[in-house]
């Protein structure tokens, strides 16, 4: 008999979609299950049959594992596959489907619980030999013990949530003075995320490269190791740009790597997909970081370059088939590239953003991959991770994978909310990376000055196509094409284009020709509109021709250049009011969320850039700030509160 036959994805998203695609081609029959926020998501429409298992929250959804049970139970479903994140490495929901007599795709519960904590993987693996960094696992967890250990260890340092993953509840400590405020708010977020406070320190290393391998086991004692992947291009300790082979490790390091991996499996007798992450220094030496119990993100790339489908391999395990290959029959062929399309605004911090998805058109070309959950036109709330999907590229160098992967982040449509794209685009870009010159600092110490992680005031060309499109609207509501519907055809137009609280004049003549004459500041430019479907905008300027992609409702308009997504909005015939400056003492919500924690109260003395709120949104916490010096007059939220994008949440005089 079969061991199992209808799979139920406890998950949402780009995994979900991912599991799906693999169970179907194996004929296995499949359930999703979603929240109120996922109601019409993909991985709902994809799936054979889905379930309602609460409200948005993941506390009240897809951490509820008595729902999620009851899910399988009603729709006969015998296997359970988590995916990552949520439920996927929780030994409690391990076990709860082993009680149920359902199959749990996934490792051992004691597996999970072991390698899940930080603190005891740690001590598991220097008792099995594995290279570990120089920190403190302990079990006291007061903040007298913590501070005396971080002493011990040296500044500077990390601290990271001993349940922890994905960088929440992980902070740098330069010095000893922040140590206790950084304690606090570790644990605060750790709690949150993973219900746990536990905390552990480590030496901070400088510079290194984070460097992961591969590990797959089965019921029948085999266990053997993928290949690598270098994932040390990261924004605030999250990866988002990984790759296989890691381009500077020898063959040498690589068997040292994978055989300490090897051990690190063994300790715990590990059965199905998982992960050993290391951190690899300048010297040569690696150390144990985590292990990963499940499958990871980045698995696309390990995919591409030996032709496996690891989520086959999960499916055949749980089922109780040996693995396929013993170790000298893995072979590795080229190289793959992935990066993680993020709804965040990396000029404001990385803030995730929250709103509608206006258009999404990636484009896709043979040796690239998506992987994604994105429906146009649905609604990116704030209760979920921020990751919309990954663009994967294969090659047979490097070179090759990283230059096709260049043109499908730069050609990819995404219009509706900020993005990280523009941000991918300059790091694969970048000189240092394209010859593998890199760590895990590369972003904070050789990519500060970049276009993406600044506020960057639109291009004169973007506010040119901008106005053309806008006249073109108004001409079209008339009927008339690009001249004729004006009574003073001589007269040229003035725009306001503005983004933000910034607005620019633009000034536009339409000649006989279909060619528009925009100045802008000092520029003078020539337009020619030579094809407009609602979607696409063909135009010529110089002689070049250029498609551009946008969307264009009512005075707002999302419009795709060179410079990424850029989100403008046409204030002609909006009354002109005093606007905000950066100095404002009006406080309010950067994106939709929860408050956390409210710092002061009526009448408190605050200075500009002191945190005064925490908001909670998409698994992280962000402290706001005060913009000016001076006393608060009005707190209008308590914690706990959700609130929504632009809401006014106290004010300062």
């Given at each position: 008999m079969p061991r199992f036959s209808k799979i139920l994805i406890a998950n949402r998203g780009e995994i979900a979609c991912r599991i799906l695609r693999t169970a179907h081609a194996l004929g296995y029959r499949t359930v999703a299950v979603f929240s109120d926020a996922d109601a019409q998501a993909l991985h709902v429409q994809q799936a054979d049959e889905a379930v309602h298992i609460g409200p948005a929250p993941v506390q009240q959804s897809y951490l509820n594992?008595?729902?999620?049970?009851?899910?399988?139970?009603?729709?006969?479903?015998?296997?359970?596959?988590?995916?990552?994140?949520?439920?996927?490495?929780?030994?409690?929901?391990?076990?709860?489907?082993?009680?149920?007599?359902?199959?749990?795709?996934?490792?051992?519960?004691?597996?999970?619980?072991?390698?899940?904590?930080?603190?005891?993987?740690?001590?598991?693996?220097?008792?099995?030999?594995?290279?570990?960094?120089?920190?403190?696992?302990?079990?006291?967890?007061?903040?007298?013990?913590?501070?005396?250990?971080?002493?011990?260890?040296?500044?500077?340092?990390?601290?990271?949530?001993?349940?922890g993953g994905g960088g929440r509840g992980m902070r740098l400590v330069q010095h000893a003075n922040d140590l206790v405020a950084q304690l606090h708010t570790a644990r605060s977020e750790a709690l949150n995320a993973f219900a746990?406070?536990?905390?552990?320190?480590?030496?901070?290393?400088?510079?290194?490269?984070?460097?992961?391998?591969?590990?797959?086991?089965?019921?029948h004692g085999q266990l053997i190791y993928l290949g690598e992947r270098d994932c040390s291009i990261q924004r605030r300790h999250q990866k988002i740009i990984e790759e296989a082979p890691c381009p500077v490790l020898t063959d040498t390091l690589r068997q040292a790597m994978g055989e300490a991996a090897l051990k690190a499996g063994r300790a715990v007798d590990y059965v199905g997909a998982g992960t050993v992450e290391f951190l690899l220094d300048k010297q040569g030496r690696f150390y144990f970081l985590e292990m990963n119990t499940?499958?990871?993100?980045?698995?696309?790339?390990?995919?591409?370059?030996?032709?496996?489908?690891?989520?086959?391999?999960?499916?055949?395990?749980?089922a109780g088939w040996p693995l396929p290959l013993r170790q000298e029959q893995v072979a590795c062929h080229g190289h793959a590239m992935e990066v993680r399309l993020y709804a965040e605004d990396p000029a404001q911090g990385f803030m995730p953003q929250t709103g509608r998805v206006l258009r999404w058109e990636p484009a896709l070309q043979p040796g690239v991959r998506l992987d994604h959950g994105v429906v146009e036109g649905q609604v990116i709330s704030p209760f979920y991770d921020p990751m919309l999907g990954k663009l994967i590229a294969h090659g047979a160098t490097r070179e090759e994978a990283r230059r096709k992967l260049l043109r499908a982040v730069q050609d990819c449509v995404l219009l509706g909310l900020a993005s990280n794209q523009r941000l991918l685009a300059e790091l694969l870009a970048h000189p240092d990376f394209a010859s593998g010159q890199f760590?895990?600092?590369?972003?904070?110490?050789?990519?500060?000055?970049?276009?993406s992680l600044h506020p960057q005031p639109p291009?004169?060309?973007?506010?040119?196509?901008?106005?053309?499109?806008?006249?073109?609207?108004?001409?079209?509501a008339h009927a008339t094409g690009l001249q004729g519907w004006r009574n003073h055809q001589g007269t040229a137009l003035t725009y306001r284009i503005g983004q933000g609280e910034q607005q620019w004049p633009v000034e536009l003549s339409?000649?006989?020709?279909?060619?528009?004459?925009?100045?802008?500041?000092?520029?003078?430019?020539?337009?020619?509109?030579?094809?407009?479907?609602?979607?696409?905008?063909?135009?010529?300027?110089?002689?070049?021709?250029?498609?551009?992609?946008?969307?264009?409702?009512?005075?707002?308009?999302?419009?795709?250049?060179?410079?990424?997504?850029?989100?403008?909005?046409?204030?002609?015939?909006?009354?002109?009011?005093?606007?905000?400056?950066?100095?404002?003492g009006v406080l309010g919500a950067p994106m939709d969320g929860a408050i956390v924690q409210v710092l002061v109260e009526v009448g408190?003395?605050?200075?500009?850039?002191?945190?005064?709120?925490?908001?909670?949104?998409?698994?992280?916490?962000?402290?706001?700030?005060?913009?000016?010096?001076?006393?608060?007059?009005?707190?209008?939220?308590s914690p706990g509160d959700q609130v929504k994008n632009r809401q006014v949440l106290l004010e300062v005089e």
């Amino acid at each position: 008999m079969p061991r199992f036959s209808k799979i139920l994805i406890a998950n949402r998203g780009e995994i979900a979609c991912r599991i799906l695609r693999t169970a179907h081609a194996l004929g296995y029959r499949t359930v999703a299950v979603f929240s109120d926020a996922d109601a019409q998501a993909l991985h709902v429409q994809q799936a054979d049959e889905a379930v309602h298992i609460g409200p948005a929250p993941v506390q009240q959804s897809y951490l509820n594992i008595a729902a999620i049970l009851d899910a399988a139970r009603r729709t006969g479903a015998d296997a359970i596959h988590p995916g990552y994140g949520f439920l996927s490495e929780n030994a409690e929901f391990a076990r709860a489907c082993e009680a149920a007599a359902i199959t749990f795709i996934g490792p051992s519960s004691a597996a999970i619980e072991l390698m899940g904590s930080k603190r005891l993987s740690k001590l598991a693996m220097l008792e099995a030999g594995v290279p570990c960094i120089a920190g403190y696992q302990g079990a006291a967890q007061d903040d007298a013990t913590l501070a005396r250990e971080a002493a011990r260890i040296g500044y500077p340092l990390m601290i990271k949530a001993s349940a922890g993953g994905g960088g929440r509840g992980m902070r740098l400590v330069q010095h000893a003075n922040d140590l206790v405020a950084q304690l606090h708010t570790a644990r605060s977020e750790a709690l949150n995320a993973f219900a746990s406070a536990e905390l552990i320190l480590e030496q901070a290393l400088l510079e290194p490269r984070h460097v992961e391998v591969q590990l797959f086991g089965d019921h029948h004692g085999q266990l053997i190791y993928l290949g690598e992947r270098d994932c040390s291009i990261q924004r605030r300790h999250q990866k988002i740009i990984e790759e296989a082979p890691c381009p500077v490790l020898t063959d040498t390091l690589r068997q040292a790597m994978g055989e300490a991996a090897l051990k690190a499996g063994r300790a715990v007798d590990y059965v199905g997909a998982g992960t050993v992450e290391f951190l690899l220094d300048k010297q040569g030496r690696f150390y144990f970081l985590e292990m990963n119990t499940r499958l990871q993100v980045e698995h696309p790339v390990t995919e591409m370059t030996t032709g496996l489908d690891l989520v086959a391999w999960q499916l055949q395990v749980a089922a109780g088939w040996p693995l396929p290959l013993r170790q000298e029959q893995v072979a590795c062929h080229g190289h793959a590239m992935e990066v993680r399309l993020y709804a965040e605004d990396p000029a404001q911090g990385f803030m995730p953003q929250t709103g509608r998805v206006l258009r999404w058109e990636p484009a896709l070309q043979p040796g690239v991959r998506l992987d994604h959950g994105v429906v146009e036109g649905q609604v990116i709330s704030p209760f979920y991770d921020p990751m919309l999907g990954k663009l994967i590229a294969h090659g047979a160098t490097r070179e090759e994978a990283r230059r096709k992967l260049l043109r499908a982040v730069q050609d990819c449509v995404l219009l509706g909310l900020a993005s990280n794209q523009r941000l991918l685009a300059e790091l694969l870009a970048h000189p240092d990376f394209a010859s593998g010159q890199f760590s895990t600092g590369f972003i904070a110490q050789q990519f500060a000055d970049a276009p993406s992680l600044h506020p960057q005031p639109p291009q004169a060309y973007v506010l040119a196509i901008a106005a053309a499109l806008f006249y073109q609207r108004s001409a079209s509501a008339h009927a008339t094409g690009l001249q004729g519907w004006r009574n003073h055809q001589g007269t040229a137009l003035t725009y306001r284009i503005g983004q933000g609280e910034q607005q620019w004049p633009v000034e536009l003549s339409a000649r006989g020709d279909q060619t528009l004459c925009i100045g802008v500041g000092e520029q003078l430019i020539d337009l020619k509109l030579l094809h407009d479907d609602g979607r696409w905008l063909l135009l010529e300027r110089d002689g070049v021709r250029r498609r551009h992609a946008y969307h264009l409702a009512g005075d707002e308009l999302w419009l795709l250049t060179g410079q990424g997504a850029v989100h403008l909005h046409d204030y002609t015939h909006a009354p002109v009011a005093a606007q905000a400056g950066v100095a404002s003492g009006v406080l309010g919500a950067p994106m939709d969320g929860a408050i956390v924690q409210v710092l002061v109260e009526v009448g408190s003395r605050v200075h500009a850039g002191q945190p005064l709120l925490v908001l909670e949104a998409m698994k992280m916490e962000h402290p706001l700030k005060a913009g000016i010096d001076g006393v608060v007059t009005r707190v209008q939220v308590s914690p706990g509160d959700q609130v929504k994008n632009r809401q006014v949440l106290l004010e300062v005089e």
